[in-house]
Every structure is written in C-alpha cells, then in structure tokens.
C-alpha cells in the first residue's frame, strides 16, 4: 500500500488558466475527500465521494471547480479560469467506511499558485 | 455549525519540556475528535483519536481526553523531543455526517534541543 498519491505536487499557473489535479487513493478505500488550505489555515472541506457519487460539496466549491471519480478509484479536481485567490494547498484524503478503521488518510498535496 | 478553536502558536519548548496545546470545539451532538500531524515536507497524519466522552487517545507519548463537559480536547505530552516539532491540528468529525473534517487553524511547535 503506497498511501494516497496526488499529482503534481506543485503547479504554478497564470491567472484565467485551467488546471487539472489527480488524487490516487489508498485502494481499497471507497471514501475519498478534497480539502483546500491555505497558509496558517487548517484544511477546509470542500467535497466528498462515496465510490463514484459524489456526495457532498461545500460552499466553498464555486462554479469553476469540478470534481470527478469516475470510476470510483482515482478523482480529479478541475479549476477554471484560476484567480489569485486559489492559491492555495489542495488536499486529498481517502477512508473505508467499512470495519473499525475509518480515520482519513491524506496525500502530500498539491501546491498551486496563480500568478 | 462545527467550529474547531485551537491554542495560537508559534509554541516553543526546550527537549524534555511539557507541552500542552489546547482544542475546544463547537458542535451539535456528539463528535468525534482527533489530532494531526503535519511534519515539514509530509502529508497530514492522524496522531490519536477519541470517539465518545471521557475516553484517552494516545500515540507516540501524546495524550488527549474528550471533555465533554468542557467541549476540549487538549493534547499533551510529558516529555517533548526535537523530532516533535510539526504543526498539530485538532479537529472533529460530526456524528452521522459523511465524515468530512473540521479542523482548527494549527499550533506550530519547535523543540530546540
């Protein structure tokens, strides 16, 4: 088991482009969550998955943000038209909800900045 | 809505120092509640959890009990050491959601030897 993967880990992008992020989870995990963070900020959620459903999403997701899992294993999260303001660390995590471990496991991130 | 408030840092401890970071929450019902690490260059990592009132996490030496009367979760340690220093987030999990996280803002600790 390699853990949750993400990629890239760091991506700097000009403002109004699109960028694309992928996150591996622990593979026989069927939960999988995207969190932002910002510097000197926990992590704030943003969206989950149970299998391919996608579940749940925050506020903080706006139109320009699309999430993915479709076939329930590997997610992407897309930014359109990127703004200065989502800079920001962008967190994956992965749980089962079967059995008694179902605490999240988290990638290393990926880092964007928008210049 | 869930709210996590943690202890501001930065905090600083000699080797061998107590510490002491202090976690209140607000949320309805009953949470569960953990604390992560983060250290330099690595992804979170769950450091210990508690699920239920009055019950002890503890991992590595650290320890922290659910307070509901309190609504707390402070964690400690005896004795810190130098690989210690990380940023620590406090954070719950409401009971019967999808099991998002809501985090505090972090404490970042350094242990000089």
């Known amino acids: 088991d390699t853990g949750v993967s993400q990629d890239p880990r760091h991506k700097i992008t000009k403002r109004g482009q699109n960028v694309t992020f992928r996150c591996d989870p622990i593979?026989?995990?069927?939960?999988l969550y995207w969190y932002r963070q910002t510097l000197g900020q926990g992590p704030e959620f943003l969206t989950y998955?149970?299998?391919?459903?996608?579940?749940?999403k925050s506020r903080l997701l706006s139109d320009r943000f699309s999430a993915e899992r479709p076939k329930g294993s590997f997610s992407t999260l897309e930014i359109q038209r990127t703004e200065q303001g989502d800079s920001a660390m962008y967190l994956c995590a992965s749980s089962s909800s079967q059995g008694k471990g179902t605490e999240a496991f988290f990638g290393q991130g990926t880092r964007l900045t928008v210049v | 809505g869930n709210s996590v408030t943690q202890m501001e840092g930065p905090v600083t401890l000699s080797e061998e120092a107590f510490l002491t970071i202090n976690c209140t929450y607000t949320a309805t019902g009953y949470p569960s509640l953990f604390w992560y690490v983060q250290y330099p260059g690595e992804g979170l990592q769950l450091l210990l959890k508690a699920t239920k009132a009055d019950d002890k996490g503890s991992n590595k030496g650290f320890e922290a009990t659910y307070r509901k009367e309190t609504t707390s979760f402070h964690l400690e340690k005896g004795s810190v050491q130098v690989s210690d220093s990380a940023v620590y987030f406090c954070?719950?999990?409401?009971?019967?959601?999808?099991?998002?996280?809501?985090f505090g803002s972090g404490t970042q600790l350094t242990v000089l030897p």
């Open positions: 954070a719950l999990i409401k009971a019967g959601s999808a099991r998002q996280l809501t």
């Open positions: 593979s026989e995990h069927n939960r």
């Open positions: 998955f149970q299998n391919e459903a996608q579940l749940e």
